[in-house]
């Protein structure tokens, strides 16, 4: 991984050896560690749908707190967007990087008997944001298939597959698809919220750890979903950093320009004609006499207590909307603009954790100190990335809003390979190459 040395950033910012040390110390995994460095030479990984790959960076972490970083072996990536791939290639060097999770096993390196094997297929099926939602008669549902039979083909020997929590509509199918298909492993399906795991941030996932039968190890007498849930259960942790402290300063250039964009585009849109039929203008007045708030009044005292933000705001509906929310809930720290007035999410309180950060969202932090869009990176810090270890020079500012959107949370998925990883004996996953 590249070391991005003029990144600028927070003092808050987490000592991730220190972060990973303390997992290994929680899971109890660091005699396993010690085992697998003496017997094999590399522990090997690979990834389908990877966006921003946060499990390799977890496994980076876990490998750099027992001084083995240079023991992992990023062996196949697959993601279908140009850029994450740019991405994916400046930060990881994976050896193969496919553009098509569908492409045929014979045309990709082979990842026959790797040691770990993650996959975040498409959440838009299953989110419970989406009104028309087909689960799994989707177009998209189609990768999840297709990492069905990856699975079966190349039968990894550790495998994690996380998705939101609209999932569990399906999950019992899925396992019963995966359990019919795939022979030889023991699955056990959870829902993690990195809240749980010392992050401030909610963000519930179903994870699903699968472990091949040949490479269980002594489990203590409990069944395979017991222990899982018991190692998940210890790694818990406090949350101790306030997620305000973990944004960038104002002077960053990532902030400044993400400021000059916003001012130009809302310019841009107080120069066209408004439309006043639009349905989001009943919503608002509706809101508004349900509430006993007048809109007008509204704005200007938002105007008023939030010059800054209000500059960056830059349509009539999202200042209105923001406007209405905030005279009823004055403590809000956090909102999210992209989305309608009745379902808008938002977080009030200052030791409040943030809400789960979508791809699309535009997260406007009202707290006096900020009162400003997120940017970013910033997405990816939250979501507990090795910012100050990337090149994210490499794609532009919207591409890592999304990434950080899509990902997994760094701590969830570390906590569910080191639970997966535990219930393994070292000496197996080493030999049975």
Request: glycine residues 4%; proline residues 5%.
């Amino acid at each position: 991984m590249l070391v991005n040395e003029e990144f600028d950033f927070p003092p808050a910012t987490e000592n991730y050896v220190e972060v990973g040390k303390m997992f290994l110390d929680a899971s109890g995994l660091q005699p396993w560690m010690n085992a697998f460095l003496e017997t094999a030479s590399k522990l090997t990984y690979a990834s389908d749908c990877s966006g921003a790959d946060v499990p390799y960076q977890a496994l980076e972490m876990l490998l750099h707190a027992v001084k083995g970083l240079d023991r992992l072996a990023f062996l196949s990536a697959s993601e279908c967007h140009r850029l994450k791939r740019v991405f994916l290639r400046c930060n990881f060097q994976p050896r193969e990087i496919c553009p098509d999770i569908f492409m045929k096993e014979e045309d990709r390196i082979s990842i026959q008997d790797v040691d770990i094997y993650c996959a975040g297929f498409p959440c838009t099926p299953y989110s419970m944001l989406s009104p028309t939602r087909r689960l799994l008669n989707d177009e998209n549902a189609r990768q999840l298939f297709r990492v069905v039979k990856r699975v079966k083909c190349n039968r990894p020997k550790i495998v994690v597959l996380e998705n939101v929590l609209g999932f569990l509509a399906v999950l019992g199918k899925v396992l019963a698809l995966i359990r019919r298909n795939i022979a030889g492993y023991r699955i056990s399906s959870n829902v993690l919220n990195p809240t749980f795991f010392g992050a401030p941030l909610s963000r519930k996932r179903i994870f699903i750890i699968m472990v091949r039968d040949d490479c269980i190890g002594d489990l203590g007498g409990q069944t395979f979903d017991d222990f899982i849930l018991a190692k998940l259960t210890s790694m818990k942790q406090p949350i101790t950093t306030k997620w305000q402290s973990l944004l960038l300063p104002d002077t960053h250039r990532a902030v400044n320009g993400d400021r000059y964009a916003r001012n130009a585009l809302r310019k841009k849109n107080a120069q066209k004609i408004v439309n006043m039929n639009h349905k989001w203008i009943a919503a608002h007045r509706k809101w508004a006499r349900t509430h006993k708030v007048d809109p007008s009044t509204a704005v200007r005292t938002f105007k008023a207590a939030h010059p800054r933000a209000a500059r960056f705001i830059s349509t009539h509906r999202e200042m209105e909307a923001v406007s209405l929310l905030t005279a009823v809930n004055p403590a809000i720290s956090i909102v999210n603009t992209s989305q309608n007035l009745h379902c808008i999410p938002f977080q009030s309180g200052e030791r409040c954790n943030l809400p789960c950060l979508t791809p699309k969202g535009k997260w406007l932090a009202l707290d006096p100190s900020i009162d400003r869009y997120l940017v970013g990176r910033e997405i990816c810090l939250l979501m507990g990335m090795a910012v100050h270890r990337m090149d994210f020079d490499c794609v532009k500012e919207q591409v890592l809003h999304d990434m950080g959107g899509n990902a997994m949370n760094l701590r969830a998925v570390f906590a569910a390979l080191c639970a997966a990883i535990s219930s393994t004996d070292p000496a197996k996953v080493a030999n049975l190459r």
